[in-house]
């Protein structure tokens, strides 16, 4: 099994569809198809036939594994959360709209990784196996959950800062990145602190305040720099 997958950032929300993506299609193309198959709220068999395109796993596998998990509220919200944010052009709508795509591709790349992590237990028939395998996801998913949360919470927060702010001439909107320093501060957001970030597009290492669990970054108005987190490499990268 290669490395896990990984949700892409600075995302929009695909037309709702239901095709399964061709033999050979790449990572980003299969999960692009899941979140659209998500959002239209498709049943269980399609969603393991598109799982199957990755090499490593057969959509029979795929649909027992997706049919023996409680993720049904993992799917509904995907599928629910989008018709819940005002599509009025607001700095706050334009926020919100950015969390939602980031959580739909977020939530098709915890499936993915689930599935195939749970995949050579099931595979095995070993009953010790198969239940030391479910719980480690139990975990993981109360963990994703937790993260999921935080995120909220943080893009409620970006988007209150937000509405203070208007659009610039290039298409941003640009608030500021405070991180609180002391020797807890980890190098992702010191390297972050008082540099500016495009609130309409969720920066590679999050929001302020999701940055890793125990992150008390916070946003505000922009600073005066032309610094900006998506520019450069952070040190922990």
Request: with cysteine; hydrophobic share 45%; net charge positive.
């Amino acid at each position: 099994m290669t490395g896990p997958i990984i949700a892409p950032t600075g995302v929009t929300l695909p037309e709702e569809a239901t095709a399964v993506p061709p033999p050979g299609a790449t990572a980003r193309q299969i999960l692009v198809a899941l979140v659209a198959a998500m959002i239209a709220g498709a049943p269980i068999g399609l969603l393991a036939q598109i799982l199957a395109r990755f090499p490593d796993l057969s959509r029979v596998l795929a649909e027992h594994i997706l049919t023996g998990r409680s993720w049904g509220g993992l799917l509904l919200a995907t599928a629910e959360e989008r018709t819940l944010i005002p599509r009025n052009g607001t700095p706050q709508s334009l926020v919100l709209e950015q969390l939602t795509a980031q959580n739909a591709f977020r939530r098709a790349a915890y499936l993915v990784n689930a599935v195939r992590r749970l995949a050579p237990a099931v595979a095995s028939g070993t009953i010790d196996r198969i239940v030391r395998a479910e719980r480690a996801e139990d975990r993981y998913f109360a963990a994703f959950l937790e993260a999921e949360r935080r995120r909220g919470v943080a893009a409620s927060a970006v988007a209150l800062v937000a509405s203070q702010y208007g659009i610039d001439a290039n298409g941003e909107l640009l608030l500021g990145w405070l991180a609180v320093l002391d020797n807890r501060t980890s190098a992702d957001c010191r390297w972050a602190h008082r540099r500016n970030f495009n609130a309409l597009v969720a920066p590679r290492i999050g929001y302020p305040g999701t940055v890793h669990l125990e992150c008390r970054c916070r946003p505000r108005r922009p600073w005066n720099t032309d610094l900006r987190v998506e520019h450069g490499t952070p040190p922990a990268h």
